[in-house]
């Protein structure tokens, strides 16, 4: 856990925008930050519709991937994390993954040398999390009963 001033808040960091992409953003703070681009209500209000109500290939998943990957380009340099789970509503759409896997890549451009990141292995490094939606409260279980213990 990280602890400073307050909580980190990760997902208001302001995005590189697409160049095809006119989007202003949903974040009432930052307009243009991974929230405010990539989050729910942000595909809601730009598609006019919710994610869930949108095709596999409707072309609101490939800017998603694009966003999300960016996103995890930075976690990847600043916090090395050994692997990325990636829930929630937005990540109920699977074929983001391998989109993401390709962006992902793209964006690190061969710096981190890591087996993790090929080709072969990405897919095991940013994953949809084992238990599904499941997953935050079976995690937070788990910490209880650790505590407990000590």
């Known amino acids: 856990m990280v602890h400073g001033l307050l909580h980190p808040e990760m997902g208001h960091m302001v995005m590189n925008v697409r160049e095809d992409d ?10 243009t930050c991974f ?3 990539a989050a729910g209500p942000a595909i ?3 598609w006019g519709k919710k994610g869930s109500e949108l ?12 966003y999300i990957a960016q996103a995890l380009a930075i976690y990847v ?4 994390p050994k692997k990325i789970i990636l829930g929630g509503g937005v990540m109920h759409q699977k074929q983001l993954f391998p989109q993401i896997h390709k962006y992902l890549q ?4 061969g710096y981190i040398q890591k ?15 084992g238990l599904g939606d499941n997953a935050g409260i ?4 788990a910490l209880a009963k650790v505590a407990k213990e000590n």
């Open 22 to 31: 006119p989007y202003k953003g949903k974040c009432p703070y930052h307009g």
């Open 35 to 37: 929230e405010g681009m």
């Open 44 to 46: 809601e209000e730009r």
């Open 55 to 66: 095709p596999a290939d409707h072309p609101a998943w490939d800017l998603e991937a694009w």
């Open 77 to 80: 340099l600043t916090l090395s």
């Open 106 to 109: 793209e964006r690190l451009n």
């Open 115 to 129: 087996e993790e990141i090929t080709t072969d292995k990405i897919k095991d490094y940013v994953v949809y999390p």
């Open 138 to 141: 079976c995690g937070a279980l």
